[in-house]
């Protein structure tokens, strides 16, 4: 209960989906999250493709008087969301209100309750002995996400005991459909591993480019749990005992901010 004396308002920051689907699991599960946050002014915002936005959302909680925000992006890495587009969106909203401050939690990351989700997935699937799994992640330009999921990737492979391929949708190699391609002669089933958040497009990508191969069977994707609960919480406890982002350390922030898309533009 003391971490959260620190915060007057909590805002969990979703990707956003064109399908709605997906966007009722997030609030849904944030929901679900709420009941064991004991404050009173906790509500969501969205990245993009849907609304409320962060600015939205912040300018109603600002209005009510909050100053001490905890934001919690409820995304798997780190990348270009976490470093750049979050960051850039509290900067604007600050240069009106000087006088709030941040709390930012890390993402879900390589955290040992994700790790027995995957493998939880695949377990409820699994039968064959000559069989691999193929883990497929969304991609990223950056580098962190493509080594988180390759250190998942080794974690299931150790505790299943079974061949653990990693590939990504977007941004990335190997891609999904090279990774198909190769697979798809070498066992008699592969275990295909959906590492996203939510229903969606790129969900269904993944249905419609198996579906007709007996070779592949889908795992339901990560969704939203009890084990993502408890990781998202201990983000949020963890940040609450972390320097909040105010004026006094502003010009250090910024300067991060600047330094991560120089690397980025360099890359």
Known sequence: M??????????????????DEG???????????????????????FLELTHPTIAETLGKLIERGAERFLI????????????????????????????ISFRITDPFGVHP??????????????????????????????????????????????????????AFLTAAVPSFDTAIAKLKNQYEKVYVMPYLLFTGLLLKRIDQTIKNNNNFILCKNL????????????????????????????????ESCHSWRRSNSSA
């Open 113 to 166: 309750n994700m790790i027995k989700l995957v493998v939880k997935r695949i377990k409820a699937e699994m039968c064959e002995k000559n069989a691999a799994i193929l883990l497929v992640g969304r991609g990223s330009s950056q580098p962190g996400p493509i080594m988180g999921l390759q250190q998942i990737g080794r974690v299931v492979e150790q505790s299943l005991n079974k061949p653990v391929y990693e």
């Open 2 to 19: 003391e971490a959260w004396r620190m915060i007057d308002a909590v805002v969990y920051i979703g990707h956003g989906s064109r399908r």
């Open 23 to 45: 966007n009722e699991q997030f609030k849904t599960f944030i929901e679900s999250v709420k009941e064991d946050v004991p404050l009173p002014n906790q509500e969501i915002a």
């Open 223 to 254: 969704e939203f749990n009890e084990l993502m609960k408890q990781t998202l919480i201990e983000r949020m406890e963890e940040a609450c005992y972390g320097a909040a982002i105010s004026n006094d350390n502003e010009t250090a922030w910024q």
């Open 72 to 99: 919690v992006p409820v995304l798997l890495f780190s990348a270009v969301h976490h470093k750049q587009d979050i960051p850039e969106a509290l900067q604007a909203i600050r240069s009106k209100h000087e006088h």
